[in-house]
């Protein structure tokens, strides 16, 4: 009798650890799929007006932040892979846009980060100012948190920074709706309804770990 107990309890425990393991796998790519489609779209359209590149500014920014914030205080490490998922996923959307808008554009003119013309902010023709900008971005955020390390209030803001622009997600595709008066071209169903899932399955899969770390709180609700 106590055999079977045993072995049913085994059979739970390994159905438990391979619900979990699914669950950081979709938590560490589901994050990154709704952009699939818009890629796909971008490609066949050969047009990316329906598609603001700032978001990928606001994701890149938040996924920086919050990699530097587990640097300071380690959270779970699938959020972690996330985060260096969705970079990856947005550089990738960058480059898309960036060959195709060099291969619609009409103007030989093109603007550069070098340029510092703040007009042109995240607007630049070639994907390499996108990466240079990023990694400025990450240098400077190492050196003060080499600096700031130890300081707690400093490591808290980190996560709350990266909060903060994550929550603002959604403003530059308004924005961007708002400017050209339509959704053309942009794949919000898919978009909308994949990260809410994705929020959800965060939240009922995840809450006992991340509890400890209530700058996440806001991103689920």
Request: net charge negative; proline share 2%.
């Amino acid at each position: 009798m106590d055999a079977e107990v045993v072995l049913q309890e085994e059979d739970m425990e390994g159905s438990w650890t391979l619900l979990s393991w699914l669950a950081s796998f979709v938590m560490v790519f589901g994050g990154a799929l709704p952009y699939v489609p818009q890629y796909q779209e971008i490609q066949k359209s050969s047009n990316t007006e329906g598609f603001s590149t700032r978001v990928c500014l606001v994701l890149l920014i938040a996924n920086i932040l919050r990699i530097f914030f587990w640097i300071g205080k380690q959270f779970e490490l699938t959020l972690l892979l996330q985060s260096v998922v969705m970079i990856l996923t947005m550089f990738a959307m960058l480059h898309l846009c960036c060959t195709v808008q060099n291969t619609n554009r009409v103007s030989t003119k093109q603007h550069h980060l070098s340029d510092l013309n703040l007009h042109y902010f995240w607007k630049w023709s070639a994907f390499e100012d996108y990466l240079l900008f990023c990694f400025g971005f990450t240098v400077v955020c190492a050196v003060i948190t080499l600096l700031l390390l130890d300081s707690a209030v400093f490591v808290e803001t980190l996560g709350s920074l990266a909060v903060m622009f994550e929550a603002m997600l959604g403003i530059p595709q308004l924005l961007q709706n708002f400017h050209n008066r339509s959704t053309k071209g942009m794949r919000d169903v898919c978009f909308d309804c994949t990260e809410h899932r994705g929020d959800r399955c965060v939240l009922h899969i995840f809450i006992s770990s991340v509890c400890a770390h209530f700058h996440f709180h806001p991103c689920f609700l």
